[in-house]
Nanobody, 127 residues
Framework: QVHLVESGGGLVQTGGSLRLSCEASGGTFSLWVMGWFRQVPGKEREFVATISRSGGSTYYADSVKGRSTISRDNAKRTVTLQIDSLKSEDTAVYLC????????????????????WGQGAQVTVSS
């Protein structure tokens, strides 16, 4: 059974940086496409970033492109998301997701394309 656990959330000042980590257990991590999404109460879940199995390909939402980096360490079974120059609109619950099935639709931007989810980490950006 796949289990994803996010860490690194918290309260951050506007303009600061945040580093979120997701540790996976169960299954073969190196075979999964990994993604980060975020959700604000009352709004649709929003794609943030995704990374391929090897880590060689990444894709970002326009809202974080240029100030965000997704990376993975297959040996440590972790995926990390760093966001710099934080804005108040980055406030959300950030969710780690795994796509274990194979396909040809890279990049995978829809939540329905992922089959395992963490419980989320709250990020609050405040001035």
């Amino acid at each position: 059974q796949v289990h994803l656990v996010e860490s690194g959330g918290g309260l951050v000042q506007t303009g600061g940086s945040l580093r979120l980590s997701c540790e996976a257990s169960g299954g073969t991590f190196s075979l999964w496409v990994m993604g980060w999404f975020r959700q604000v109460p009352g709004k649709e879940r929003e794609f943030v970033a995704t990374i391929s199995r090897s880590g060689g390909s990444t894709y970002y939402a326009d809202s974080v492109k240029g100030r965000s980096t997704i990376s993975r360490d297959n040996a440590k079974r972790t995926v990390t998301l760093q966001i710099d120059s934080l804005k108040s609109e980055d406030t959300a619950v950030y969710l780690c997701a795994a796509r274990r099935s194979y396909g040809s639709g890279w990049p995978y931007l829809e939540g329905s394309e992922y089959d395992s989810w963490g419980q989320g980490a709250q990020v609050t950006v405040s001035s």
